[in-house]
């Protein structure tokens, strides 16, 4: 089955500094990878998402990147701010209805201020 | 206001105890899913329910089942609890599956303890 990787699994930044994080998959048939954010003690939020027929997607301070041949995306944050402090969660779908959603374990970003 | 809710959002149990997790949700959406969260390990599909009484196993069903008899409410029912279902569990809703694009709206999670 579909195998999602993210690194790093942990991230501490300062305010205002860019970030990367990366994210692998393994099913060649996934074509839809949305993406999440769960700041501390609080519900799984819907960030950012990308189709396997696009390169690139922003919103906002969010830049997503895709390479299907390499199977990885990357999610790039510009400008941190303290409240960007959460766990991003990539995760992968093969894009049917009935299809399911794959996510990684996460990476915790902390900005300190 | 699109909102999932669960109840209760913590509990304590002793091992061999039943357990029943609720969600409801307020946006008429076709499709709900429970999650467990536990550390390093990110989210794991328990169960998808596709409508009322269409109910099926994700990737770690065993030690868990599963009621939804009307489409906002789905419960999460564990008999005998173990101590490895010591965890944080999400329910999740979306107007329809979750690979067609459809955003995923989480609850605010029900944290386990088995002792």
């Known amino acids: 089955g579909e195998q999602v990787e993210q690194l790093p699994s942990s991230l501490i930044v300062q305010e205002g500094a860019s970030v990367l994080i990366n994210c692998s998959y393994t099913?060649?048939?996934?074509?839809?990878f949305p993406w999440y954010k769960q700041e501390p003690g609080k519900r799984l939020q819907f960030i950012i998402d990308?189709?396997?027929?696009?390169e690139r997607k922003q919103n906002q301070r969010l830049t997503l990147l895709f390479d299907k041949k390499t199977k990885h995306l990357s999610l790039h944050i510009t400008a941190t701010q303290p409240g960007d402090s959460a766990i991003y969660f990539c995760s992968a779908s093969r894009g049917s209805a009935l299809g399911r959603l794959h996510f990684g374990a996460g990476t915790q970003l902390i900005v300190i201020p | 206001d699109m909102k999932v809710t669960q109840m209760p959002r913590y509990l304590i149990k002793r091992m061999g105890e039943n357990v029943l997790l609720e969600c409801g949700q307020d946006m008429s959406h076709e499709t709900m899913y429970w999650y467990r969260q536990d550390p390093g390990l990110g989210l794991q599909l328990i169960y998808i329910?596709?409508?009322?009484?269409?109910?099926s196993e994700g990737d770690i069903p065993k030690g868990y089942r599963v009621s939804r008899k009307k489409r906002e409410h789905f419960s999460l029912i564990l008999d005998s609890a173990k101590t490895n279902q010591t965890s944080v569990y999400f329910c999740a809703s979306s107007l329809y599956g979750q690979g067609a694009g459809n955003t995923l709206y989480f609850g605010e999670g029900s944290r386990l303890i088995v002792v």
């Open positions: 329910s596709y409508d009322v009484d269409s109910n």
């Open positions: 099913d060649s048939a996934s074509v839809y």
């Open positions: 990308i189709r396997s027929n696009m």
